[in-house]
């Protein structure tokens, strides 16, 4: 009923930069918060970032000031900017919304299938 894809993901030397982009389409009535996500083989998928539907928004500690969230409302769009990338941001990114398909219904929590973010010179 609600699909998220992602895109941008790709290989990147460390210090430099990528722009993860997510669209959510379906039957969509609302998107609540929208995040990203990330993980590594034999770890548990970590939050990296979070931004609500009026644009507040949180970031793990690793990635302060270093990455960027944001969203585009009308387009159903999350984004994730990243600079300064460092290899141990090397992770499958997978995008994440709360959304509710009719106005009826509560939130139901939704996932992309993922984009591989490799750091490596």
């Known amino acids: 009923q609600v699909q998220l894809v992602e895109s941008g993901g790709g290989l990147v030397q460390p210090g430099g930069s990528l722009r993860l982009s997510c669209a959510a389409s379906?039957?969509?009535?609302?998107?609540?918060?929208m995040a990203w996500y990330r993980q590594t083989p034999g770890k548990q998928r970590e939050m990296v970032a979070t931004?609500?539907?009026?644009?507040?928004?949180y970031y793990v500690d690793s990635v302060k000031a270093r990455f960027t969230i944001s969203r585009d409302n009308v387009k159903n769009m999350v984004y994730l900017q990243m600079s300064n990338l460092k290899p141990e941001d090397t992770a499958v990114y997978y995008c994440?919304?709360?959304?509710?398909?009719?106005?009826?219904?509560?939130?139901?929590?939704?996932w992309g299938q993922g984009t591989q973010v490799t750091v490596s010179s």
């Open positions: 379906g039957s969509i009535f609302r998107v609540g918060t």
């Open positions: 994440n919304a709360a959304a509710r398909i009719t106005a009826s219904r509560l939130f139901d929590m939704y």
């Open positions: 931004i609500t539907d009026t644009g507040m928004t």
